[in-house]
């Protein structure tokens, strides 16, 4: 990356990281675009080179703040060691509830603005400089531990609404109790999120193999190569 690209990243990245002081300060609809381009010392048409508007930046913002929570759970899992692939999962809602308890601001911030669009845009692009992304890397785990599930942007996008949802009021109320105290059903509630995603990928297999079969025998049947129908009466 040439000194021009770097000055333009750092230049974005004062952009955002000031819209979200403001945004967590002031709130969204308070804040302008000349105070987030006075705030981080930059020209008013620097503003426009990256974003559309105020809801364009709100909306890279998030995708940007929600990418690095995913880029930095990625990091922390690295070098652990786990039992399955629902053990991961976990450990990866468990380090998003530690940073999001550790930012109030960043908690309230996400929880209200995230979207699926949004979402699937920062768990596909979470780590763009390096070879393994986020994204990879779940693909990669599933595999190597037989989970089976072809939505896996779904699976993730429910757990993490879940997570920000039902830990809202937790993390910063203690309602209805406090966060350490609702972990443990938070976790059953996740391994059984997987275990319906995995249920449902195992069962439209077994669906489309069961009509895959009845297709080859009615073949099979219609060209008189079957004789004996007893299948058909088990079916």
Known sequence: MGKVDINKKQKKNALLQTAFDLFRDKGFAKTTISDIVSDAGLAKGTFYLYFKDKYDLRDKLIA???GQLFA???HALLNQKFNSFEDQIIAVADYIIGRLNDDHGLLTFISKN???GIFKTAFENTLPDESLQFYDYIFEQMKKNSYVCPE???????IIELVGSTCYS???YGQPVSVEEYLPYLHTVIRQILAGFWF???HKLKQ???RNKFSYFFVQKRNGHFRDHSFFRII
Not at 152 to 158: G, N
């Open 64 to 66: 940007h703040k929600a």
């Open 72 to 74: 930095d759970a990625h």
């Open 114 to 116: 995230l979207s699926w």
């Open 152 to 158: 896996p942007e779904l699976m993730l996008f429910t």
């Open 170 to 172: 937790c993390i910063l």
């Open 200 to 202: 449902n990928s195992r």
């Open 208 to 210: 489309k193999l069961l």
